[in-house]
Every structure is written in C-alpha cells, then in structure tokens.
C-alpha cells in the first residue's frame, strides 16, 4: 500500500510540472507555429531568477521572475521571431536553438556550473495514508495545477480567450473581424514563456540549479504535447499525465540513464509514426449515447 501511494504522490507531482510546461508550449505552437527549443532555457531562467533574488521573500520572488518571463517573451517574439515568420519553420526553430545557446551561455557566464540551490519557504512533511511526503512539494503541484485550470478558463470562457483561438484557427479572417494579429501573437507566446519561466521558479527548491537544468524537461514537454496532438491544450494536459506516469513508472525500475534512454526511444518512435501526433476520438458507444439523449430531448 505505501509503494501505491508513494508512486501516485510522485506522478501527480511531476504531472503538475509536466502540465505547465505542456501548456506553455502547447500555447507557443498553436499561437505561433514555433517549435520552442528554448523551451528548457526558460525554464532555466525561472529558477535562476530565484535564486539571484535570495534576499527576497519566496512570493516576491516568483512574481519578479513571471515579470521577467513575460520581458523575455516580448522581447524574443518582437526582435527575434516576428522577423522570421515569412522565411518558415526552419528559420524559427533555429533561431529558438540560438536563443537557448545565448540564455544558457549567458547563466553560465554569470552564475557557474557549479548547482546552485533555493530553499523551500515552506518545510516539513504531510502524512498521507501512511507515507511522509515534503509539504512543499504538494503546495507546488497545487500551485501547478492551479495555474493550468486558470489558463484553460481563460483561454476557453473569455473573449481573450476567444481571440487568442480565433487566431490560431484563422489569421486572416482574425485581422479581418478587428483582431490584431501582431499583438495576438506577441501576446501568446509572452504567455506561453511566463508560465514556463513560473514553472522554473516554482519548481526551484526541488531542482539542483545549472545552466543545463532546462534540457531534461524540453523532450517530455514535446512528448506531452505530441501525444495530446499539437494545437490541442486539453490534450497536451492529458499528455502531461501519460509521460507523468510513463517517466515516474520508469525511474522507479530502471536507472536513470535507462529511464531516460526509454523516454527518448519512445519520443523517436512516436514522431516518426505519428509526426501530426495523436488523434483523441470520443468513444463509439459514448457519441450514441449523447446522440440518443438528444434525439429523446427533441422530441419531448
């Protein structure tokens, strides 16, 4: 039983981490068509934005480093991207790989190799069914969490939200109703880096921080969004909590070099099976059944 329980605590926990960073990039691909390999970097930047500020109470801290993610982004999409949308994908996806060598050439320069820690304002554990589990790491996952059902209602039930779709699904007709495309996009993908650079801060204290720390998360970031087909949030979040389970099941039985070597190979095998990801269909007997209690509703 407290093997069950450990095991669930340590999905649901990585699957907050995972969540955040499905949905921020699954924000910047379906916004801007930008594969983010800078994705990792920015997470990266959120976690040394936390420990630069030491002095600073941990709340502080964290709205300081969405500020800075949301600069960032602003920043990166205006001088960078909005240049390159017309010479394609490639274009794009190598000046990210440019981006992500400045920013983390740039900690390196300033901060060391040497990992660098943040201390959890919060200690301690909760006994959960028998299992003493850190308390902060659950604070964490709910912050986590919190923030992904936020943004999906913002996304899904405001007239931003509806603007930020529209553009996705229609630029042309977008800018035609009155929609600024430009400022859509720049908006989406400052976004889409904030909630990146929030999941770097928050997962801080749990992280040995270095310049490289953002590469390990950008592989099962992508793996989420491709499994939940890309342009689909709700999907990518689903993803999230495949590769939460896949990676957690994974690193309990295996090395972590096997682990990662596992994840890897079955990122491979799924881009190049399914390189447009996959297609989540409602249930056979579930779409009859809806259609049944509404033919029934008609004719009462």
């Known amino acids: 039983m407290d093997t069950v329980v450990s095991l669930s605590l340590a999905v649901v926990s990585l699957f907050g981490f995972y969540a955040l960073l499905a949905l921020s990039l699954g924000i910047i691909f379906g916004q801007l068509g930008v594969v983010n390999v800078a994705h990792g970097e920015f997470v990266m930047v959120g976690a040394f934005t936390m420990y630069a500020l030491d002095a600073v109470p941990f709340l502080l801290r964290v709205a300081v480093a969405v500020g800075v993610g949301l600069v960032l982004g602003v920043l990166t999409e205006r001088l960078v991207l909005a240049k390159l949308y017309a010479r394609g994908f490639l274009a794009t996806l190598l000046a990210m790989w440019g981006v992500a060598i400045v920013l983390r050439q740039g900690a390196d320069a300033i901060f060391g190799s040497t990992p660098a820690s943040v201390a959890a304002p919060i200690g301690g554990t909760v006994d959960l069914l028998g299992v003493s589990y850190p308390t902060y790491r659950l604070v964490a996952t709910a912050v986590c969490l919190g923030v992904v059902a936020v943004s999906l209602f913002v996304i899904y039930r405001t007239s931003f939200g509806l603007n930020i779709r529209a553009t996705v699904d229609n630029r042309e007709m977008a800018a035609l109703l009155g929609i600024p495309p430009a400022f859509m996009m720049t908006a989406g993908f400052a976004v889409g880096t904030a909630i990146a650079v929030l999941a770097g801060a928050v997962q801080s204290p749990m992280l040995g921080v270095t310049p490289n720390v953002g590469a390990s998360f950008l592989a099962p970031a992508f793996f989420a969004v491709l499994l939940g087909r ?71």
Not at 232 to 259: H, K, Q
Not at 279 to 290: F, M
């Open 230 to 300: 890309p342009g689909s949030l709700p999907g990518s979040i689903v993803g999230a909590f495949i590769v939460a389970v896949l990676s957690t099941v994974l690193r309990t039985y295996l090395s972590e070099t096997a682990a990662q070597f596992v994840l890897f190979a079955l990122l491979i095998v799924l881009i190049a099976a399914r390189p447009n990801g996959l297609t989540w269909r409602k249930p056979q007997w579930l779409s009859k059944s809806s259609a049944s209690v509404a033919a029934q509703s008609g004719a009462a």
